[in-house]
């Protein structure tokens, strides 16, 4: 679906993207990383709104340097910033995007009001938009971005400024309508533990490097060390730190929040081994003992200890 070789984009001093070699597949994909990553930058150029500074670029197969205006018609965009006018209905704002994508008109306006039920605001069509509220907004974003039947999605942020529930309901929402009508999105977030539930796919990013490209579930999931709970910090004193210290020594890598130890670095087997022994030795006693699941979150963490 879309394909990277050594893309850079640069403004001024500043490396937004910095020599990305990627694959994207088809499905939903989360384009993770935290502010200043390079997400809209990413998503920029795969509109061909911007010319690389090095490298080259494909989506679904198009140079978008090459032929921006036909990859752009087949391509519905949501963009983060707040940008629907205040004083227009949603049916007519989304009926506008879908002729501006090439819609003739009577079927533009068939399609505004499908999407809108399509995404919950049936009711609310004929409202303008600066009556809604922001979880309005943000679907009312998502039915122009969809109302074209485009073969690729792509939502900036689509999740932003929602609560945790409307989150929920709106990653749901894209990831059941990309299921349904087979178009394939790409949506940035920085919540990774939403973009673990929902995507098929992740691109994490950190300062413009590649982190991590490919299928979800083949990047999280069972068997990447252990989890270890000690029953108090203070019983006896000192030993959370003794069987923390014990560890490490042992040449493992260890993580630690209070009275829990995160440990990899050795087969499951051998890592409950250390973990018995140095607990015993400390004089600590066990609250919980689970082999962890790898997150998103670890690759963030790998790839800071790498760079370091
Ligand atoms: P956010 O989650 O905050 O939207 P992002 O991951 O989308 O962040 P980008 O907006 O792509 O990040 O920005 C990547 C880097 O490039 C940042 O350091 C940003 O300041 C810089 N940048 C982006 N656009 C420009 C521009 N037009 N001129 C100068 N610097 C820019």
Not at 50 to 62: E, K, N, Q, Y
Not at 198 to 209: E, F, K, P, Q, Y
Not at 238 to 246: F, I, L, P
């Amino acid at each position: 679906m879309v394909e990277t070789k050594g893309l850079t984009q640069r403004f001024g001093q500043t490396v937004a993207l910095d020599r990305l070699d990627l694959q994207m597949q088809p499905g939903v994909t989360g384009l993770v990383g935290a502010n200043g990553a390079g997400k809209t930058t990413l998503l920029s150029a795969m509109l061909g709104l911007r010319t690389p500074t090095a490298g080259s670029l494909t989506v679904l197969g198009i140079d978008p340097q090459q032929a921006g205006h036909r990859l752009r018609a087949m391509i519905g965009f949501a963009p983060e910033r707040n940008v629907l006018p205040d004083e227009m209905r949603a049916v007519d704002f989304v009926r506008h995007m879908a002729e501006v994508q090439g819609i003739p008109r009577s079927e533009a306006r068939t399609r505004a009001s499908d999407t809108l039920w399509l995404v919950g605001l049936g009711e609310e069509r004929l409202r303008t938009l600066g009556t809604m509220s922001t979880g309005q907004r943000q679907r009312v974003k998502l039915a122009q971005a969809i109302a074209s039947d485009p073969k690729l999605v792509l939502l900036d942020e689509p999740t932003d400024g929602l609560d945790p529930v409307q989150r929920s309901e709106m990653l749901n929402l894209i990831s059941q309508i990309s299921k349904s009508f087979s178009i394939d999105v790409v949506l940035s977030s920085h919540q990774l533990e939403e973009v673990e539930r929902v995507c098929d796919n992740v691109v994490a990013l950190d300062a413009g490097r590649l982190v991590a490209c490919g299928l979800i579930s083949e990047l999280v999931g069972a068997g990447d060390g252990i989890t270890l709970e000690l029953v108090d910090l203070a019983d006896p004193p000192g030993s959370v730190d003794a069987v923390e210290s014990a560890l490490a020594a042992a040449g493992l890598e260890v993580r630690r929040e209070a009275a829990v130890l995160a440990v990899r670095g050795a087969e499951f087997a051998e890592l409950c081994d250390h973990a018995r022994d140095s607990v015993a030795a400390a004089g600590a006693r066990i609250r919980r003992l689970e082999a962890r699941r790898r997150t998103l979150e670890d690759l963030f963490d790998g790839s800071a200890a790498d760079s370091r």
